[in-house]
């Protein structure tokens, strides 16, 4: 099992960067494949960001955000990154990460068992 926590959220200018991280703190990740996925306002549906497999030979990203966006892992460290670049308001929302051991990678919200509580990413025009 594992317990996912989010950081690296905040503040930026459209065009500046941030860089997400995904703890699992039960030191379990290597087994998981990982999504990042957002919620753009209150009452909106998640939507899929990247995906990256076990080992992060696979990665998969939304349209919007190919080019600009970044997932990657360091399994000795639990952690999963998502680096993002050139920064648009459009990408404002709750960042989460979320994973499962059953899938090579996921996007989709069904496909992920366990989830983190999120971290706020807000870009001012």
């Known amino acids: 099992q594992v317990r996912l926590v989010e950081s690296g959220g905040g503040l930026v200018q459209a065009g500046g960067s941030l860089t997400l991280s995904c703890l699992d703190s039960?030191?379990?990740?290597?087994?998981?494949?990982v999504g990042w996925f957002r919620r753009q306002a209150p009452g909106k549906e998640r939507e899929f960001v990247a995906t990256i497999s076990r080992s992060g030979g696979i990665t998969i990203y939304a349209d919007s955000v190919k080019g600009r966006f970044t997932i990657s892992r360091d399994n000795a460290k639990n952690e999963v990154y998502l680096q993002m670049n050139s920064l648009e308001p459009e990408d404002t929302g709750v960042y989460y990460c979320?994973?499962?051991?059953?899938?090579?990678?996921?996007?989709?919200?069904?496909?992920?068992?366990?989830w983190g509580q999120g971290t706020q990413v807000t870009v001012s025009s």
């Open positions: 039960e030191r379990a990740f290597s087994m998981y494949a």
């Open positions: 979320a994973a499962d051991s059953e899938i090579v990678t996921g996007r989709t919200i069904r496909a992920y068992n366990y």
